[in-house]
T-cell receptor, first 117, second 112 residues
């Protein structure tokens, strides 16, 4: 499976500021996703990062709050904008298989632990 | 609202025993199911995927799927203390897509 890295691994930010999280994959992948895992909770899908077009957001998540870029098939960024303490979470990127291969497995990056004070 | 449900645990088993983890899902249209292991402070690691009814074995792990009853299980044979982690069950949000919905996870403790 692909090797996935994320930067930063953790950060402490003040409310009202923004943080951009980077996700880098060592090979070209078609499907990339961004998830959030709030303290003690499970994972929630934020959006699908589409290469060359706008991200597709899930219910409850909007582009103004979580802008996403996907400039190529190995890289994506997620920005958490105008942060509040409720945004304190682990943010994870994941990659999926090439469509049409008959498998649907996703692999996760190491995550970014964000604390908003 | 589509849901994946798991018992939060902790499930405690002695070393060498079989650990049985269960998961139910609400959407009868779900076709793809996954088990992830998550150690504290780490990201989820894929253990098993299963798409067809029946059993799928990989080493000490066996995933079982029963679509009629809408449940998925994971058996861990010869449990080791290193298996102590939270196990997350996931299902596809929409059949044939790559979007997942996760359960809240079951915490497993293997006692030495």
């Amino acid at each position: 499976s692909a090797v996935i890295s994320q930067k930063p691994s953790r950060d402490i930010c003040q409310r009202g500021t923004s943080l951009t999280i980077q996700c880098q994959v060592d090979s070209q992948v078609t499907m990339m996703f961004w998830y959030r895992q709030q303290p003690g909770q499970s994972l929630t899908l934020i959006a699908t990062a589409n290469q060359g077009s706008e991200a597709t957001y899930e219910s409850g998540f909007v582009i103004d709050k979580f802008p996403i870029s996907r400039p190529n098939l190995t890289f994506s960024t997620l920005t958490v904008s105008n942060m509040s303490p409720e945004d304190s979470s682990i943010y994870l990127c994941s990659v999926g298989p090439t469509p049409g291969q008959g498998t649907y497995e996703q692999y996760f990056g190491p995550g970014t632990r964000l604390t908003v004070t | 609202q589509k849901e994946v449900e798991q018992n939060s645990g902790p499930l405690s088993v002695p070393e060498g025993a079989i650990a049985s983890l269960n998961c139910t899902y609400s959407d009868r249209g779900s076709q793809s199911f996954f088990w992830y292991r998550q150690y504290s402070g780490k990201s989820p690691e894929l253990i098993m995927s299963i798409y067809s009814n029946g059993d799928k074995e990989d080493g000490r792990f066996t995933a079982q799927l029963n679509k009629a009853s809408q449940y998925v299980s994971l058996l861990i044979r010869d449990s080791q203390p290193s298996d102590s982690a939270t196990y997350l069950c996931a299902a596809d949000l929409t059949s044939g897509t790559y979007k997942y919905i996760f359960g809240t996870g079951t915490r497993l403790k293997v006692l030495a």
